[in-house]
C-alpha cells in the first residue's frame, strides 16, 4: 500500500470524516498546533450569526486553556456574543468600549491611525481588546503569558469572526 504524503494518523483521518458527516458541521478541516494533529470545524449550518458568533468564542475557549473569558462587543458597549462567567456582563461591556476608544485616541495622537489591539496587565491576568470590524474582541487570560499556540487560535478565530461580521 502506497504511503500517504500526509504523516497524520488514521484515527484523525477518521475523526476528521466524522465530523464532516455530522448533520451540524458544514465543513472542516485539518490543522497541527505545535506538531499534533487537531480537527478545526468551521461552517456551521442552520444557526443564526449570534450562535454562530458564540461557538467560535467557546471553539477559542476550549483549544486554549489560558483563556479564562471572552466576548464580542460592539464599539457602542453593547454585548453581541458571550462566554462570561457570572458577572455584570453590562458594565464590563461598556469599559471594554472605552478602553478601546482610548487605545484608538492615543495611537492617533501619535499618528498611528488606530490602535491594533489594547493590552492591559494585571498581576494575575491578562486583557485583550482586539478591534474586528465594528466590534470588540475582548481575551481575559490566566497569567501574564501568552504562548506561541494561543496567538495563533486567536489570529484565527479573528479571522473567523471577521469573515462571519462580513457576510
Known sequence: ??????????????MLNLYRQ???IEDCFLSTIDGKPIVRRFGLKRQSL???LVFCLQELQKNC??????????VDGL????????????????????????GNQIAQAFGNNSAEYVHVTGKSADTLLIPIEET???????GTT??????LSIQQVVEQLTELLND
Do not use: F
Request: contains cysteine; glycine residues 6%.
Open 1 to 14: 500500500m502506497a504511503k500517504s504524503k500526509y504523516s497524520i494518523g488514521g484515527e484523525y483521518w477518521h
Open 22 to 24: 455530522s448533520s451540524e
Open 50 to 52: 449570534s450562535e454562530k
Open 65 to 74: 486553556p489560558e483563556i479564562q473569558a471572552c466576548n464580542l462587543v460592539s
Open 79 to 102: 454585548g453581541i456574543a458571550s462566554i462570561i462567567p457570572s458577572t455584570d456582563g453590562d458594565l464590563i461591556e461598556a469599559q471594554e468600549a472605552v478602553m478601546m476608544s482610548l
Open 136 to 142: 470588540i474582541l475582548m481575551i481575559l487570560l490566566k
Open 146 to 151: 501568552i504562548s506561541r499556540a494561543t496567538q
